[in-house]
């Protein structure tokens, strides 16, 4: 059975601190996609990133950049320099070898104080 | 542009009431999900489809009902089985379940159904 582990149910931070959201996941597959979701106070869950289990090279996106390690089997998600717009609840998916059915993290709010 | 259309974004029920949350998407998905939020909760699946007229039970389906007479659409009924329906739902769809690539979901906005 596929599990995602999200041990950081809540993170608090001052703007412009550094911080890493942590993801731990079980699968049996060798080939499998991992997600990571934001969800703002607003409700609607955005896609920010998508790793294929054969990719393990580390991606940065502007403030924010991703950690692929499968022999720890993470996938940890970092924001630098944070700020006020990054407060939301986060969540690391994991998909099976056709990619398209979820097992979701129970997410992990962020909230960034000024 | 495509996406996911969620109705009512609010919606209240009166104890003993049967409501219907519509989901409609125009991205030509074939896979499409309900899911259950519980404040400071993650995602509980209920119904998901993979194609027209078929839908699966998931997690925590009872209480619930859907139906997949088209492509587009997908409601959710909640009945008055369902004994805590105050949450947050939130429809999904995905290219293919049985398909291949790992495009993942794309999510409506949400509807926040309270009992009063």
């Known amino acids: 059975a596929q599990k995602v582990t999200q041990a950081q149910t809540e993170i608090s931070v001052v703007e412009k601190e550094d911080v890493t959201l942590d993801c731990v996941y079980e699968?049996?597959?060798?080939?499998?996609?991992l997600f990571w979701y934001k969800q703002p106070p607003s409700g609607e869950l955005v896609f920010l990133i998508r790793?294929?289990?054969?990719?393990?090279q580390n991606e940065i996106s502007g403030r924010y950049s991703w950690n692929f390690q499968k022999s720890t089997s993470s996938f940890n998600f970092t924001i630098t320099a944070s700020q006020v717009v990054d407060s939301a609840v986060y969540f690391c998916?994991?998909?099976?070898?056709?990619?398209?059915?979820?097992?979701f993290g129970g997410g992990t709010r962020l909230m960034v104080k000024p | 542009d495509g996406g996911i259309t969620q109705s009512p974004k609010y919606l209240f029920r009166k104890e003993g009431q049967n409501v219907t949350l519509s989901c409609e998407q125009n991205l030509n998905h074939d896979a499409m999900y309900w899911y259950r939020q519980d404040p400071g909760q993650g995602l509980r699946l209920i119904y998901y489809s993979q194609i027209v007229n078929d839908f699966q039970k998931g997690d925590i389906a009872e209480g619930y009902s859907v139906s997949r007479e088209k492509k587009e659409s997908f409601p959710l009924t909640v009945t008055s089985a369902q004994k805590n329906p105050t949450a947050f739902y939130l429809c999904?769809?995905?290219?293919?379940?049985?398909?291949?690539?790992?495009?993942?979901?794309?999510f409506g906005s949400g509807t926040r159904l309270t009992v009063v």
């Open positions: 790793r294929n289990s054969f990719d393990e």
């Open positions: 699968t049996r597959d060798t080939t499998y996609y």
């Open positions: 999904a769809s995905s290219i293919s379940l049985l398909g291949t690539g790992g495009y993942g979901y794309t």
């Open positions: 998916a994991l998909g099976d070898n056709a990619g398209n059915m979820l097992t």
